[in-house]
């Protein structure tokens, strides 16, 4: 049995649609992190061009290897009209609770830009209250090319990060999953404790915290 020919998805329909409403800078908003166990949450703004090239520009968990989102991440920053990475801390994130601080990383970006956006696409199904019309799209980064943007830009900043930081704090295995909780990530905790990179009001299974001073020295 053959299967059906699917039409390819426009990645553009959000952005021309709201083009033609009059609306000129049209900002693609995501984030990166919330179920990790330690880093910041990080969010990502993009305003795209409409003569933008939408080739290889998807959910960043779709390009297989951090060298390729790099690439793209790199022709994202050369070409778009405005673009700004944001984080909420650990301490941020258990202050605000992990939406709450996604929600501001988000804003963040929204208040970078300047002009301001005039209208805001949303990766997922909710937002906070925002002064700036905006809409949610479920599943974003698979059919909007600013929100797929955003998505690429915030993950190789993360993911940078926590590269980083797994040099400076190893017992957790962040060189792989960045902050992800994996079994990895648990026994180092079990091990050597809380970091003070993780996220005090997320599940942990341990109330040891790390006496282990980080590699170089580094205090955070």
């Not at 995501?30 to 998807?58: H, K, Q, S, Y």
């Not at 404790?193 to 942990?204: A, K, Q, T, V």
Request: proline share 5%.
């Amino acid at each position: 049995m053959k299967k059906k020919n699917s039409m390819p998805i426009d990645m553009l329909h959000f952005e021309q649609q709201l083009w033609k409403q009059g609306f000129s800078r049209v900002m693609g908003l995501d984030e990166v992190g919330r179920g990790c166990l330690a880093g910041p949450v990080v969010a990502a703004g993009v305003i795209l061009p409409d003569d933008f090239n939408c080739a290889g520009i998807t959910d960043s968990k779709q390009i297989p290897t951090h060298a390729l989102r790099c690439q793209v991440a790199e022709r994202i920053r050369k070409e778009a009209v405005f673009y700004a990475v944001k984080e909420c801390s650990p301490q941020e994130i258990d202050t605000h609770n992990i939406l709450q601080a996604s929600f501001l990383a988000m804003q963040k970006c929204v208040e970078a830009a300047d002009p301001t956006p005039d209208f805001l696409l949303v990766d997922g199904n909710r937002f906070t209250a925002s002064l700036i019309p905006y809409e949610c799209v479920v599943k974003g980064d698979t059919r909007s090319a600013s929100i797929a943007a955003a998505s690429i830009l915030a993950k190789v900043y993360r993911d940078e990060l926590m590269y980083s930081m797994h040099q400076l704090y190893p017992w957790y295995g962040w060189d792989t999953n960045v902050g992800y909780p994996t079994r990895t990530h648990y026994a180092g905790l079990e091990a050597c404790g809380i970091s003070p990179l993780h996220r005090r009001s997320f599940r942990l299974r341990t109330d040891k915290v790390l006496t282990t001073a980080p590699r170089n020295g580094y205090e955070s």
